[in-house]
């Protein structure tokens, strides 16, 4: 069956760096393209950022444009997230997510347990 | 950006009642919609994609409808699982963007 294992997270100051990994299995990773989203506590999804199935093609949100990366190792079946310049606003639970259908749909069926990140002082 | 605008913010029913949840676009996304449910302490769950494919494993309860800006999922006969958050979801355009949520509550 299709499993997202998230790691990484936890209390980082304001303008710190911070790692997310989210290992696949159950699936063809390198035929799917996959995402980040976010939730800040007790509010709703925000779309943080996607990479293509060939790593060809990435995407970002306006808010994490410029200091958040993301990447993905087809070899190891791994999606990460590389977030630096951390700002309070950027507490979340972090979510990977899978694209639904081979190639590229932007439907996320299948997510991560989620991990919470903490910017603060 | 296309804004998603969720209405009702909280609809209150009883099991076995019908509900009717909105979803509208700031501009046309085509059918390029989906419909997430989300439960306290959970990832969400994909339950109906391109507007009305209801996605693997999802009850026939659950219908969506609509194109262009207007969007609604239907849920019919509610169990006393589907008190949960749904979402609305586009991918016409990028960023993809969800809505605010609508809180369906006993």
């Known amino acids: 069956q299709v499993q997202l294992m998230q790691s990484g997270g936890g209390v980082v100051r304001p303008g710190g760096s911070l790692r997310l990994s989210c290992a696949a299995s159950?699936?063809?990773?390198?035929?799917?393209?996959m995402h980040w989203v976010r939730q800040a506590p007790g509010k709703g999804l925000e779309w943080v950022a996607f990479?293509?199935?060939?790593?060809?093609?990435?995407y970002y949100s306006d808010s994490v444009k410029g200091r958040f990366t993301i990447s993905r190792d087809n070899s190891k079946n791994s999606l990460y997230l590389q977030m630096d310049s951390l700002r309070p606003e950027d507490t979340a639970v972090y979510f990977c997510?899978?694209?639904?259908?081979?190639?590229?749909?932007?439907?996320?069926?299948?997510w991560g347990q989620g991990t919470l990140v903490t910017v603060s002082s | 950006e296309i804004v998603l605008t969720q209405s009702p913010a909280t609809l209150s029913l009883s099991p076995g009642e019908r509900a009717t949840l909105s979803c509208r676009a700031s501009?046309?996304?085509?059918?390029?919609l989906a419909w997430y449910q989300q439960k306290p302490g959970q990832a969400p769950r994909l339950l109906v994609y391109?507007?009305?494919t209801r996605a693997t494993g999802i009850p026939a309860r659950f219908s969506g409808s609509g194109s262009g800006t207007d969007f609604t999922l239907t849920i019919t006969n509610l169990e006393p699982e589907d008190f949960a958050v749904y979402f609305c979801?586009?991918?016409?355009?990028?960023?993809?963007?969800f809505g605010q949520g609508t809180k369906l509550e006993i």
């Open positions: 997510a899978k694209d639904l259908i081979r190639g590229t749909t932007n439907y996320f069926d299948y």
């Open positions: 159950g699936f063809i990773f390198k035929n799917y393209g």
């Open positions: 990479i293509r199935f060939d790593e060809q093609t990435k």
């Open positions: 501009q046309s996304v085509s059918t390029y």
């Open positions: 391109d507007a009305s």
């Open positions: 979801q586009q991918r016409g355009n990028w960023p993809r963007t």
